[in-house]
């Protein structure tokens, strides 16, 4: 769930370039007695109270077609409401990020709990000048991308969520998101213009319950999680484009051995147009990205409908390891035109296996290496806390 570094092999980037930057980053003051060793031990070998706040945050360096280089960096921070760890732990996430071709990016992740777990907050924001390869509508799209698009892009979505009876929430939603200063470029024959590419604004409200069983957000260990809601987008709100969103996210985390896990989920969620309407090519539902179908580039399918499923066994750690553990994982997905039209035999497929090293002893929170592949290629993934 927080963002660290994210690889993909049809965008050419590297690990080893984000490891070496931290080693530079960190022996460059090799000079001042003891930095290292110090900071060694703080993040690695942390010994502060386990009530206490932790935080983390390191640079990130990555290198893509699109961008050039990359210079980012990342930081979180993780608690317990009034440092109680009774209260569920609350995490805050932010990664930024600029471009030797003038792009630029922010993210924030949160999900923060208040004392006694009463109110919920969930939500993200991000914020980038950044290229999309964009591979047309539909579970059809060609394998090579029809156009790349680009363009300035804001999106906060955000629950605020009350706690009605033990585990069980309920609250307001609202999603606001922003495209403009567009430009189409690399258009192939097959490119067919979609709706808001021409940049838009929309602004959805709705209302969202949630169950929640897990203590740890970054790292559930048992338990279920499901989360059901609805969001109406119309010109009353300012919209400029009028649609309904309706979305369910069922998660079940399951106890199997000391220190492993199973971990399943399944997704649904679909879009409605309005009357004489369509929804934004960027609001549609999409395969892909570091948490569901890893190992697809986000919005290598997209269309108003989508289900998908997927499991992961996890050692945290392993039996003969205090810090190293592992997973393995694999999901299937379908796009559509709506969740009627959705067919078995149009599923697409992802697989992998990744490596994981507890960071915060205290808090459980482990850092992820995700190698992921499918049927079209494969991708990399580094990130703290687990996808799902």
Do not use: C
């Amino acid at each position: 769930m927080v963002l660290s570094a994210k690889f993909h092999t049809r965008k050419a980037a590297s690990l080893p370039l984000v490891i070496g930057f931290l080693l530079i980053a960190s022996t460059s003051y090799a000079q001042e007695e003891g930095f290292v060793i110090k900071l060694w031990n703080k993040i690695f070998n942390d010994t502060t109270e386990s009530a206490k706040p932790k935080f983390i945050a390191y640079p990130v360096l990555t290198f893509t077609p699109e961008t050039s280089w990359q210079f980012g960096a990342s930081g979180l921070l993780v608690y317990n409401a009034k440092k109680n760890l009774n209260n569920r732990l609350s995490e805050l996430a932010a990664f930024t990020f600029v471009t030797l071709e003038s792009q630029y990016g922010l993210s924030i992740d949160h999900a923060l709990y208040t004392d006694k777990n009463r109110y919920f907050f969930l939500g993200k924001l991000r914020l980038q000048q950044f290229p999309l390869s964009y591979h047309g509508i539909g579970i059809d799209a060609p394998q090579e991308p029809v156009a790349t698009i680009e363009g300035f892009s804001f999106t906060l979505r955000e629950r605020l969520l009350r706690e009605l009876s033990e585990n069980f929430y309920m609250g307001l939603e609202f999603d606001f998101n922003h495209l403009n200063a567009v430009e189409i470029s690399e258009q192939g024959a097959d490119f067919t213009v979609p709706a808001g590419v021409e940049g838009f604004t929309n602004l959805g409200f709705g209302i969202g319950v949630v169950y929640d069983q897990r203590h740890n957000v970054l790292n559930p260990r048992k338990g279920l999680f499901v989360e059901g809601g609805f969001l109406r987008y119309n010109e009353g709100f300012g919209s400029d484009y009028s649609f309904l969103n309706y979305f369910g996210d069922f998660r079940y985390y399951q106890p199997t051995f000391r220190n492993q896990l199973l971990a399943y989920q399944f997704l649904v969620n679909t879009t409605v147009p309005g009357t004489n309407d369509e929804v934004p090519f960027n609001q549609l539902s999409l395969i892909g990205g570091e948490s569901l179908m890893r190992g697809y580039y986000l919005g290598r399918y997209r269309d108003n409908a989508l289900v998908a499923t997927q499991a992961e066994y996890r050692f945290l750690p392993f039996p003969f390891s205090r810090r190293f553990g592992g997973a393995i994982f694999g999901g299937v997905a379908t796009v559509g035109s709506s969740l009627n039209s959705l067919k078995a035999d149009q599923l697409r497929a992802s697989g992998g296996l990744g490596a994981r090293f507890l960071l915060f002893p205290g808090k459980d929170i482990f850092v992820r290496f995700d190698y992921a592949f499918t049927r079209e290629g494969s991708g990399y993934y580094l990130f703290i806390g687990e996808a799902f």
